[in-house]
């Protein structure tokens, strides 16, 4: 099993232009997540994926859309970037929405925005 | 409002001796506790759990953590220091109300010297 995959590793976008990062699991897990990693601040939840076809949003929505067509991908799209966007992004999944559920988490995406 | 607080940015410590990573939580109820450990360049890695029971939780590669729910504590604990040990290490919470998201700590950066 790969596990989290996240696509692609690293992005430079110049501000205003748009770009989607996928998110695949092969562990037939419901929940998916994204989040953004800055220094300094942990990891804040953007949005957050309960089954296919569900989406909801997180600490800090704002400027981002998800979409969850199937239930191994969980899409997340910048419509038009923004420097304030350069982050490190995690995707992670969990079997269920239990609290003592673990989540996994994949290896990250780099995105600059300048 | 859900809070995580890792009130050190790095531990310093010496190969072989006690490592402690200090973590605090305000959350309503009973919360559930995680930590994770983030090599250079990848994801979150799962650690450990508290969800109920013994305070002493035991979890991956000897690291243990104890729940003190007077001090709102989860402290995470190594009896001996590894080089290999020298990573970022997050406290997470989620609370029994609201627990599809997760709260994380800003992260503690471990470094262990030889």
């Known amino acids: 099993n790969a596990g989290v995959t996240q696509t692609p590793k690293f992005r430079v976008l110049k501000t205003g232009q748009s770009m989607t990062l996928l998110c695949a699991q092969d562990?037939?897990?419901?929940?998916m997540y994204w989040y953004r990693q800055d220094p300094g601040m942990g990891l804040r939840l953007i949005h957050y994926s309960v089954g296919e076809g569900t989406t909801a949003k997180g600490e800090v929505p704002d400027g981002y859309n998800v979409s969850r067509l199937k239930k191994q991908n969980f899409l997340l799209g910048l419509e038009s970037a923004a420097p304030s966007q350069t982050s490190v992004y995690f995707c992670a999944s969990s079997y269920s929405g239990g609290p003592q559920e673990t989540q996994y988490f994949g290896p990250g995406t780099r995105l600059l925005v300048l | 409002a859900q809070s995580v607080a890792q009130p050190e940015d790095q531990v310093n410590v010496a190969e072989g001796n006690p490592l402690t990573v200090k973590c605090t939580y305000s959350?309503?109820?009973?919360?559930?506790l995680f930590w994770y450990v983030q090599y250079p360049n990848r994801g979150l890695q799962f650690l450990l759990k508290y969800i109920t029971g013994d305070n002493l939780v035991k979890g991956s590669y000897g690291f243990e953590a104890e729940f003190n729910k007077s001090q709102t504590s989860f402290h995470l604990k190594k009896p001996s220091a590894l080089v290999s040990d020298s990573a970022l290490y997050f406290c997470?919470?989620?609370?029994?109300?609201?627990?599809?998201?997760?709260?994380f700590g800003s992260g503690t950066k471990l470094n262990v010297k030889p």
């Open positions: 562990m037939n897990h419901e929940y």
């Open positions: 997470a919470v989620r609370d029994r109300q609201n627990f599809n998201k997760f709260y």
């Open positions: 959350v309503s109820g009973n919360p559930y």
